[in-house]
């Protein structure tokens, strides 16, 4: 594997203005020998032109950007300082970014681990790390990370359920840090050949399928219910409990079995139903 390496490029202000010196007194030496010897002519003629092919060595480095050196297809080096810098002229320069980048894969339609189709889309934030891999590993670094970042993405969509029904199960909706540290690892360990650093990975858009939402989201809702319901109901056990001790301890009323089964059953319905109850006046005895 080709592996980065750093090239020390010359600064280029001052190459550029010993070359733009020379190159002004070889035309300046030029004119003043129009007329004069054939081989003195013939020699200036020749520092400029050898002195306009090492301007073309010239190049500039942006912040966070990287040339990519090559001398008749060796890799020579990438050099990375910013600035104006030279090198040999018959050096091929590609420019790679270095920037941390964004990119968003579209919407992907996959079976969860229970088989039910959802939509699942991802935001990948990354950057090239070794610039030598990056061109000579792949073929095309950018649709590299596209290719293998939506493979990943459906890869990590089979692996988990939408949505956790029993406690202590792992699902995309449900943990979504768990998730994203599992999907940055895949993500990274196929990106790594390419020179790639995978700095956050996320879930950007998940959804069932359009053919299933309705009936999942009435699922969802009957869960719901059921879940709000086991509490309504712990909640009012415990208080009828309280309540019956407290009646017991202070010796305010002394209850037989059949009245405390009358007294529990309405407390219930009282704390367990939907609407307000009706009170209703009892002008006799607790056992009238």
Request: charged share 20%.
């Amino acid at each position: 594997m080709i592996r980065e390496r750093d090239y020390a490029a010359l600064p280029g202000l001052p190459v550029a203005l010993v070359l733009l010196v020379v190159l002004g007194l070889a035309i300046y030496g030029l004119i003043a020998a129009a007329e004069g010897s054939p081989v003195r002519i013939t020699a200036l003629s020749l520092t400029i032109a050898f002195d306009l092919f090492l301007l073309a060595g010239l190049f500039v480095v942006n912040p966070n950007e990287g040339k990519v050196l090559q001398f008749f297809g060796d890799y020579v080096g990438t050099a990375k300082v910013p600035g104006l810098r030279w090198a040999n002229p018959l050096f091929t320069k590609k420019r790679i970014s270095l920037r941390v980048r964004n990119f968003e894969s579209a919407r992907l339609k996959v079976n969860d681990l229970e088989g039910n189709p959802i939509e699942i889309a991802a935001v990948v934030v990354w950057r090239v790390i070794d610039s030598a891999e990056a061109v000579f590993q792949v073929d095309d670094y950018q649709n590299f990370v596209k290719v293998q970042t939506e493979a990943a993405v459906r890869n990590l969509a089979t692996s988990y359920k939408y949505d956790a029904h029993e406690e202590g199960q792992m699902s995309l909706r449900g943990n979504t840090l768990e998730v994203a540290e599992h999907m940055k690892k895949e993500i990274q360990d196929r990106l790594a050949r390419a020179g790639v650093e995978v700095m956050e990975a996320r879930i950007s858009h998940l959804a069932y399928a359009p053919e299933i939402a309705q009936a999942m989201l009435q699922r969802q809702q009957a869960g719901a219910i059921i879940a709000a319901r086991q509490r309504i109901v712990e909640g009012a056990v415990g208080m009828v409990e309280m309540a019956l001790d407290l009646l017991s301890r202070r010796e305010i009323l002394e209850l037989d079995n059949e009245r405390k089964a009358a007294m529990v059953s309405n407390l219930l319905v009282v704390l367990c139903g939907e609407r307000a109850t009706q009170p209703v006046i009892n002008t006799g005895t607790i056992y009238q």
